[in-house]
């Protein structure tokens, strides 16, 4: 008896030819309580069409999986040469198990090559499909259909030169390796064949399902590789891309993060990065502006892997923000259970939780915690972009990671420097004193341009917050705390630069090379009596960007002309072009234009300067 036969009388199916329907055992009636059976080659096709499982519908009548083959061990699938000698054998057990015998390391034969040739000659449609039982299920209405042996991703080891002139239809599995393996045939055959075309099942995921279910080739979706390529693989409209006005970005927060973008803000631990974000997080929910700066609310999702429920309930009050209708859009992990974020289902499963919110920007707090890679080997930097940030990217989700600054932050993030490739802008926080705090974008792959540094001051009024304020503000800010720094090391008044850096370093306390020279002139004048001339921004841009003179000084008068004469008994400042380190001159001052006082002092385009004139370089010489 047939696997066929033995189903047919256990549902006592009406039997038509070879196809039976009967009532499916394994649901309740209805309108959809119909199944319907098929008879191919060594075996026997079931199809529920309420969409119940194969193995559901056997065990209800005390069957199982082996008895869908007329050889309960499981099928063989024959590979032959034009000759009809057996080159190799493909084993299907009832489990899906699969195994080769015969000659399996030399080019096979297409399956079923004789009704391939005779299909080809007659100008017949071949139907290729992903595995045997598909083509027999083709074949039982009367197609020519093949395949490959080993199934998706393995065309390259079959003869295809039999499909030449061949009118080609692809039969493509409803699922990923499916589609790979569609694209694969198609660009295998496209020199060879008459024509290429795919089609999907109609019904189930492949060229079986489509055929038990009572469908026919007309009744095959057509499919566009091509579409299903440029959907993958996000191939570029030039058309679109190029149309219309370039926009100015939309940002999520302003002057630091756009829409879709990932970022990684770093500092030292304990400057404030988990408090300024969670206020940004806030902010971005509920719509509140941010420096002033108009919002859109967007829903957040945040990962803190680090606070506690008190210090969390204790900064939103700080904050006022403690209206909990407020915060609905901002979905908070708190010490959540979540897979490394440098491998796959760590990075699916923030994906899917990203999706399922509607979140619009993903926040983890902090990277250390995160992943399970080591922090300074490049490849967990590497797997993280791969799983999380890249995926997350493709689905145009934004993404911010805070990070600590290692040892010496002015090496950058802690950790391998692989962390700095993976994200479109890098921001170094800095707590310049114990209110202010200054913002310093150190990669920018979106060109953003100016400004490239925020200085932020945290108030703690009526309620905690982070107000922008001008550059100047927090460079004086940072002079006076270093100045106070210097005070409490007992470094002399008079101290050099060299002195004065060393002493800093050595305390932990990094500042650049031209704010230091600018701490060490006012300690040095400060001694004398005399008050301490400020240096602002726009002196800084101003060709001879040195400090400005003393009163007792004395400076050249016209635009092309120097000062002269000796200054050295009068404390003449320098203010020679491109000069910025403050350092008094006791040299005789040259009456050519390009080393003395600078007269009208012209305005320079900013254009070449750096981007944050205040500070460009630290105090043991390191550029930024």
Request: glycine fraction near 10%; hydrophobic fraction near 35%; aromatic fraction near 4%.
């Amino acid at each position: 008896m047939t696997a066929f036969d033995k189903l047919a009388g256990a549902l006592t199916a009406t039997i038509t030819g070879d196809t039976a329907r009967a009532r499916c055992p394994a649901h309740d009636s209805g309108s959809t309580n119909v199944l319907d059976l098929r008879r191919i080659e060594g075996s026997a096709l079931i199809h529920c069409h309420a969409g119940c499982e194969t193995t559901d519908v056997l065990a209800s009548i005390g069957l199982t999986m082996a008895d869908l083959y007329d050889d309960p061990r499981g099928a063989r699938y024959d590979y032959t040469d034009d000759s009809g000698a057996v080159i190799r054998s493909v084993h299907r057990s009832p489990g899906k198990d699969f195994r080769q015998t015969g000659e399996t390391k030399r080019t096979s034969p297409l399956f079923h090559l004789t009704g391939v040739t005779e299909a080809v000659k007659n100008g017949e449609p071949v139907y290729i499909c992903e595995g045997e039982k598909d083509c027999l299920a083709l074949e039982s209405v009367g197609l020519a259909a093949t395949c490959n042996p080993g199934g998706a991703g393995k065309w390259n080891i079959v003869d295809q030169t039999p499909l030449t002139g061949a009118h080609v239809v692809i039969v493509t599995d409803r699922d990923e390796p499916g589609t790979r393996h569609a694209r694969d045939v198609k660009r295998h055959l496209t020199p060879i064949a008459a024509s290429v075309r795919a089609v999907q099942s109609a019904a189930g995921k492949d060229a079986a399902d489509h055929i038990a279910a009572g469908l026919r080739a007309d009744d095959f979706a057509p499919l566009d590789l091509s579409a299903t390529a440029t959907a993958k693989y996000r191939f570029v409209n030039w058309g679109e891309l190029l149309a219309g006005e370039h926009e100015p970005p939309d940002w999520v927060i302003p002057g630091v993060l756009p829409v879709g973008a990932s970022c990684a803000i770093y500092s030292a631990a304990g400057e404030g990065k988990s408090l300024l974000m969670l206020d940004w997080a806030v902010r971005v929910a509920i719509g509140s502006p941010i420096f002033d700066d108009p919002i859109r609310s967007r829903t957040v999702l945040y990962l803190d892997l680090e606070q506690s429920p008190s210090i969390l309930r204790n900064r939103l009050e700080a904050f006022q923000f403690t209206d909990p209708e407020k915060l609905g859009r901002l979905h908070y992990s708190l010490l959540g259970e979540w897979e490394p974020l440098d491998t796959a289902e760590g990075g699916r499963r923030l994906l899917e939780a990203a999706q399922d919110v509607g979140a619009e920007v993903v926040i983890v707090d902090t990277l250390s915690r995160a992943v399970r890679g080591l922090e300074n080997d490049s490849d967990t930097a590497l797997a993280q972009y791969r799983h999380t940030v890249a995926p997350l990217r493709r689905a145009g989700i934004a993404y911010v990671r805070l990070d600590h600054s290692g040892k010496d932050p002015q090496r950058g993030q802690r950790g391998s420097s692989a962390k700095a490739a993976d994200v479109d802008l890098v921001y170094r926080l800095a707590l310049t004193d114990k209110d202010t705090l200054t913002l310093r974008r150190e990669k920018d792959r979106l060109g953003l341009g100016d400004p490239d540094t925020l200085a932020i001051r945290r108030t703690t009024g009526e309620a905690l917050t982070h107000e922008s304020i001008s550059i100047d503000s927090a460079r004086e800010a940072k002079i006076d705390a270093t100045t106070k720094r210097l005070d409490e090391l007992a470094v002399p008044a008079d101290a050099g630069r060299a002195k004065a850096g060393d002493a800093l370093r050595s305390a932990g306390f990094p500042v650049r090379n031209k704010l230091l020279a600018e701490v060490v002139r006012r300690r040095k004048l400060s001694v004398g009596g005399e008050p301490v001339p400020r240096m602002s921004l726009l002196d800084m841009r101003r060709t001879g960007t040195g400090p400005p003179t003393p009163p007792t000084g004395k400076v050249g008068t016209g635009g092309d002309r120097s000062g002269t004469g000796s200054e050295r008994e009068r404390g003449q400042v320098g203010t020679g072009r491109g000069q910025v380190d403050g350092r008094v001159r006791h040299a005789r001052e040259s009456s050519r234009g390009d080393s003395a006082g600078t007269g009208r002092g012209q305005i320079l385009p900013l254009t070449g300067l750096p981007n944050n004139p205040i500070d460009s370089t630290y105090s043991d010489g390191t550029e930024r």
